[in-house]
T-cell receptor, first 117, second 117 residues
Framework: AQSVTQLDSQVPVFEEAPVELRCNYSSSVSVYLFWYVQYPNQGLQLLLKYLSGSTLVKGINGFEAEFNKSQTSFHLRKPSVHISDTAEYFCAVSDYRSGAGSYQLTFGKGTKLSVIP | NAGVTQTPKFQVLKTGQSMTLQCAQD?????MYWYRQDPGMGLRLIYY???????DKGEVPNGYNVSRLNKREFSLRLESAAPSQTSVYFC????????????????FGPGTRLLVL
C-alpha cells in the first residue's frame, strides 16, 4: 500500500505571503494524487487532483500543485494567501488494494495552515 | 441539493452503548464511504460500498458494522462503543461505479463528532 507523508504538521504564514505545503508519496508505477481542504468544523472538499498530462495542476481558490515523479512529490502552492485560507490541508493518493480488488484513497496526516493578519 | 448529510452532528456515549450514524446523499452517487479522523492521523477508511447491497472493509473495520440501505443511504453502527472509538466520523460519496476508481472525486459530509466515555 502507498504511504503519504506531509512533512509539516503546522505552517504559520502572514497574509499575502506565499506558501508551500509539502507532500511526498511512496513510489509506484502510476499514481493519482489529490489535495483536499478542510475548513474548521466542516467536511473535506477537493482542491485539485493530478491524473495525467501536465505536471502543473491548478485548483480552486488560486492553489496549484506540481507533480514531480522523480522526487515522488506533489507540493501545494499559493502565491499570496488570504485569511480565509486558514484550514487543514490533506494530500491523498489513489492506491490499488489487491486484497480488496479496488482503489482506495490513502490520506496524509494533514497540514494545518494558519494565516496571520 | 444538500450533497452529503450526516446525523447526528454530536453524540456522547458511555462505554458499551450502541448507536447508528446516518448518512445520506442526493447526488445519485454509486459509491459511499465511512472514514474516521483522529488528531495527527489523517482520515482512515472504515467501510465502503460500491453499490446498494454491497459493502467492503477498509483499513480499520473492527468494532463497526455498516448497511447500505438503498442508493442514497449508508449507515455506520457501533454495537458496543469503546473509548478508542472517540473520533470524528465522515461519510463520503462518489460517482464511480467501482468504489475507489482512479481519479474519482469524493464528496464529504460535515461529520459526526463522537465522544465515548
Amino acid at each position: 500500500a502507498q504511504s503519504v507523508t506531509q512533512l509539516d504538521s503546522q505552517v504559520p504564514v502572514f497574509e499575502e505571503a506565499p506558501v508551500e505545503l509539502r507532500c511526498n508519496y511512496s513510489s509506484s508505477v502510476s499514481v493519482y494524487l489529490f489535495w483536499y481542504v478542510q475548513y474548521p468544523n466542516q467536511g473535506l472538499q477537493l482542491l485539485l487532483k493530478y491524473l495525467s498530462g501536465s505536471t502543473l495542476v491548478k485548483g480552486i481558490n488560486g492553489f496549484e500543485a506540481e507533480f514531480n515523479k522523480s522526487q515522488t512529490s506533489f507540493h501545494l502552492r499559493k502565491p499570496s494567501v488570504h485569511i480565509s485560507d486558514t484550514a487543514e490541508y490533506f494530500c491523498a493518493v489513489s492506491d490499488y488494494r489487491s486484497g480488496a480488488g479496488s482503489y482506495q484513497l490513502t490520506f496524509g496526516k494533514g497540514t494545518k495552515l494558519s494565516v496571520i493578519p | 441539493n444538500a450533497g452529503v448529510t450526516q446525523t447526528p452532528k454530536f453524540q456522547v456515549l458511555k462505554t458499551g452503548q450502541s448507536m447508528t450514524l446516518q448518512c445520506a446523499q442526493d447526488m445519485n452517487h454509486n459509491s459511499m464511504y465511512w472514514y474516521r479522523q483522529d488528531p495527527g492521523m489523517g482520515l482512515r477508511l472504515i467501510y465502503y460500498s460500491a453499490s446498494e447491497g454491497t459493502t467492503d472493509k477498509g483499513e480499520v473495520p473492527n468494532g463497526y458494522n455498516v448497511s447500505r440501505l438503498n442508493k442514497r443511504e449508508f449507515s455506520l453502527r457501533l454495537e458496543s462503543a469503546a473509548p478508542s472509538q472517540t473520533s470524528v466520523y465522515f461519510c463520503a460519496s462518489s460517482e464511480a461505479l467501482l468504489a475507489g476508481a482512479l481519479g474519482e472525486t469524493q464528496y464529504f459530509g460535515p461529520g459526526t463528532r463522537l465522544l465515548v466515555l
